[in-house]
C-alpha cells in the first residue's frame, strides 16, 4: 500500500513538473511583432529586427505589407500585436470575430490624451450657428494626408450642409454644389479632384468656393490660406468669417501673431458661439496611434511595452516604432477598439455617412474565393477613409460570369485582362481605366518572332509560313489579325479561323479545343492544350514553326532583348529578331500592340454622373491604397500581395491607374471602329471589327510612346 502510494506520488510529481515545465515554455514563447514593410521602415526593420533574434528578447517581427495585413495575421495566430492607426481601428471594429484588444496608445507627450482637436473659430459677427448661411467660409483644404482624413475635413460642413444627392451631379460636385449655395464665398484652396481637368471644370463653375483666397483665380496648394495655417490667417485678415482649424494650431497663431481674442469665439456643437478665453468646445477628437494585441495575450503586451525590466527589447522596438510617437502609454483598461474610439468626441460618427436614395453604391465583380476576400477589405479601408462612392463586392463563378454580370447591368465594373477586352467588348463593356506597370517595358506587347538568319523580312514574306500562336482568340491572335488586314489592304474573311488558315499552312493554337466553330484542317491545338509565350516560342525554337506571336515581356526574361535587323555584328546576337510592320522601321525591336496590365470594364451605357463617380473612385482609392499612399506605411495594398498570394484584382507590376487609352483619343478611336464596322459584311458571324480598331490605334499609341520613352 505504502509503495502504491509512492509510485502514484512520483507520478504526480512528473505530472506536476511537465505541466510547469510547459508552462514555462508558453511563458517564454516570444511575442510576435508585425512590422509592415515600405520605403520609409525598410531600414529600421533590416537594422533592428535581426537585433531581437537573440535568447533573452522577448519579441520577434513578423513582417506584413499593409497595417490591414498585420490585422488580419492577429486574426490567424501569425502575429501577436501591431500597430494601428485609429481609422483602422473603425475597419476592425466592424468584425466581431476579430478578438484584439488596444493595449497602448503611442503618444508624442504622455500628458497629451489626443492627437489633435477639431474646432470653429468665428468672428465676433457670428452669433450662433444659425446665422452661418452666406458668410465666408476658411477650409484648410481638400487634399488628404495620412491625419487629415476626408472624415475630418468634410466634418463641420456635413453638420451644417444638407446633402441634396441630386442624380445630375457626381457625390463630389453635390458636396461642392452645396457648399457653394450656403457660403456667400470660401477659401478652399488645393485641389478638389485628383482628376485635374475635373478640378478645374468644378472651380469654374463653383468660383465663389475661391473667392475669399488670397489668389482667387488660382486657388492653388500655393495659395496664402490653403492648409492648416492658411485657414487660420484667412479668418484673421478678415478674407473670411468662420474657420475649420485645429486647436493647437489657433492657440499657437493667436499667440505668436498677438491677435486680440476678443475679437473670435468659438463654435459649439449646441449652435451657441463662446470667447477665446473660455473653455474651448472641440467638434471631433483624433486618437493617437495604438497598439493592439491578440485577447489572449493583450495583458502581457501592455506590460512590456511599458516596462523597464527589458532594456533590450524595449529600446529596440521604440527604434522600430520610430515612425510613430514613440511614448507608449497603458490604456487604463484593457479596451476593444469600438469602446476605445468611443471616448473621442465625434470620431465615430465621423465614420458614418448619409447615404442616397436610391443608392449610389457600386457593385465590384470578383470571380474567386481570394478575390472576394481582398475586395471585402478594400471596402473597408476605402470607406474608413472616406472614399465615395462605397463599393460592395459580388461573386461570381468565373471570369465571364462578371463580364456578363456587367452586361445584363447586375455589376457596376470588373478588372479584366488584356485578353478578356475583346469579349468584353463584345458585350457592349469599355474600358474606364487602365493599370500601368512601373516601368515601360513592363507592358504587355506583342511581336512577331522570328530566328535571326530567317528568311522572312517582312510580314508579307509570312503567306505559307508556319505559326505558333499563344491562344485562340487571345491578345497574340488578334494582333495577327490586325496585322493582316493592313498588309492586305482589303477586307478579311467573315471567319478569323479561316482568315489564320488562308494565311499560313499550318498554325499551332492553344485553345482550339474549346471552340464550337468548325475548325481549318491546317489548325492545330498542341500537346496538353496549355498556352503560354513560352510554349509558343518553344514551337519557334524547335522549327515547328517560323514565326511566334508572343509578349515580349515575358520572352525577354528568357533569352534577352531582341532586334528587327538581322545583323551578325549586332552587340545582342541573341539568335531572334522581330518582324516590323513597316519594312522601313528601323526600331531595334518593332512591337506590334501594346495593352495595359488590366483594365477596368463598364457598361458602355452607363450615364455620365454614374461614369464620373466611378472613375473619381477608382482614382481616390489609387491615391489612397497605391503605390504612392500617403503616410509612413500604406493601410492597405491595392497592388501589392494578398496574404501571399500575387496579382489579386490587380497585377501586382501595377504603378497606378490612369484614363483609358482610348478616352484619351476618343475621336480618332470611334472614327476608326466607324470605318471598320461600315466595311464589314459579317452580318451576325463574330466578327473583329472592334478589335481591329483596338489593335490600329494601340499601334499608333505604341510608336508615339516608343519615341517618347526612348523605349
Known sequence: MLRGSTKMNDRLCGSVF???????????????????RSVHTAKNIGRFCPQLDTPESMVECVIGNDRFN?????TTGTADFTVLEPEDLVAASGYREYNILVTNELRLFQAEKERFKMVVLVNKDVKSIWNLK?????????????????????YFDKWIVTKECNPEKTLLEDRIFGLSNFFEAACIAGPWSPDTAFDNKLKSKYRNLCGACDNPLGC???????????????????????????????????????????????????????SLKSLPCPWITRPWPVIVARTEIAEKVEKMMTSSSQPHSSWILHDLLENYQTTPVSIDTLETPEDFLVKFSGFMSANSRAKCRPSRRVQWCVASNLEDRKCRWLREASFVYGVEPSISCKQETSRVACLKAIKNNQADLFVALPQELYEARQMGLQTIVQAVPKKANQFDRIAAVVKQDSQFKSFRDLRGARACFTGYRDVGWYTFL???????????????????GNFFSESIVPGLADSQETIPSNLYTPAGNVGDDIGAFRCLESDTGDVAFVNLKNIQKKIGNLRSEPRDDHPNNTGFRTLCLKDTDEADVCTLSWSPLNAVVVHENLTEVRREDIYMMLLEMNDLFGTTYKGQVPTFSMYGTYDKNSNVIFSEETQYLQ????????????????HLAKQSTCSGSRNTSYLYGYIISTYLLVHFLQKLLNV
Open 70 to 74: 498585420c490585422l488580419r495575421r492577429l
Open 18 to 36: 511537465l505541466l510547469l515545465l510547459f508552462c514555462q515554455c508558453i511563458d517564454s514563447e516570444k511575442l510576435k511583432l508585425c512590422v509592415v
Open 482 to 500: 490586325s496585322v493582316l488586314k493592313n498588309i492586305t489592304g482589303g477586307k478579311p474573311e467573315c471567319s478569323d479561323l479561316e482568315a489564320v
Open 659 to 674: 484614363t483609358d487609352v482610348h478616352q484619351m483619343h476618343t475621336r480618332s478611336y470611334k472614327d476608326i471602329i466607324d
Open 134 to 154: 452666406g458668410k465666408r467660409f476658411c477650409h484648410p483644404g481638400l487634399d488628404t494626408t495620412d491625419e487629415w482624413t476626408k472624415a475630418f475635413s468634410t
Open 220 to 274: 492653388y496648394s500655393t495659395d496664402k490660406y490653403h492648409g492648416r495655417e492658411g485657414a487660420l490667417m484667412c479668418l484673421t485678415d478678415n478674407a473670411g468669417d468662420i474657420a475649420w482649424v485645429r486647436l493647437d494650431d489657433a492657440m499657437e497663431h493667436f499667440k505668436e501673431e498677438h491677435i486680440n481674442k476678443d475679437d473670435y469665439n468659438y463654435l459649439c456643437l449646441d449652435g451657441t458661439a463662446r
